[in-house]
Structure formats: C-alpha cells, structure tokens
C-alpha cells in the first residue's frame, strides 16, 4: 500500500537529507515482519503533496470511554 508522511515527517526528510531514513515494516501481522530502509526518501521517492482533512478528539473526551 501507499506510505504517507505528516507535514512533520516530510519537512525533517528534507532538512536531514541523507541522514534520514525512512522505516517500512510489512506483513506486520505475519510470523515473518520484513523492515524495509530507504535512505533520503525526499531524494529518492516520487513524492505526491495531498491535502487531508484531520479529526482531532481532545484528551479528556477520549479519556471519559475507556476503562483502566
């Protein structure tokens, strides 16, 4: 499937270039996890901007329905 990076993640791609490498783990849900590495994706990767709308839940909301 496709990677997505926040703003955040992108931006320190950037500013660290080769220094950053961005971590990939498949078949999570299997007895064999694989790690993929790519190095200086921002540099590599065909990279497509989107914008995405987000839903922020505030703490103490989220925190009245769970159970300790």
Sequence with gaps: G???????????A???GENYVLALVES????AP???????PVGKLEIV?????????ARSEWLRF???
């Design 14 to 16: 950037l500013e660290h």
């Design 28 to 31: 999570l849900d299997s007895d």
């Design 49 to 57: 901007e989107r914008a995405a709308t987000a839903y922020t839940v």
């Design 2 to 12: 496709s990677v997505t990076l926040t703003e955040n993640e992108y931006r320190a």
């Design 34 to 40: 694989m790690l993929r590495l790519i190095e200086n």
């Design 66 to 68: 769970v159970s300790d």
